[in-house]
């Protein structure tokens, strides 16, 4: 069981990126899928996630800006990040977990993926 996150990149503020996370090994549908990300010097911190419902939750750093989305069928999950800031500059990880509620909570997900590297300019 792995998770694969991609679609990371060196942008200006105010530029869109989309991330990816392939979930393999198994079906996904009924997880918690969820992002964090990591600055240097700095704890990891939630993003976004939804529930196996499909319900959505946002940091507060990120609302209005990214949206996260899952396509069960094909065990993806994206997040679309716009109006970029360098502040946003980070190790984005994708994790999944069987729980539902706190999804802010990172101890709550058992599957983690590599992280992809976005670094936004100003």
């Known amino acids: 069981v792995q998770l694969q996150a991609s679609g990371g990149g060196l942008v200006q503020a105010g530029d869109s990126l989309r991330l990816s996370c392939t979930a393999s090994?198994?079906?996904?549908?009924?997880?918690?899928m969820g992002w964090f990300r990591q600055a240097p010097g700095k704890e990891r911190d939630f993003v976004a996630a939804v529930g196996d419902r499909g319900t959505t939750y946002y940091a507060d750093s990120v609302k209005g800006r990214f949206t996260i989305s899952r396509d069960d069928a094909e065990n993806m999950v994206y997040l679309q990040m716009n109006s970029l800031k360098p502040e946003d500059t980070a190790v984005y990880y994708c994790a999944a977990g069987y729980f539902r509620g706190s999804y802010y909570d990172d101890a709550r997900y058992d599957l983690w993926g590599q992280g992809t590297q976005v670094t936004v300019s100003s």
């Open positions: 090994g198994r079906a996904f549908g009924d997880y918690a």
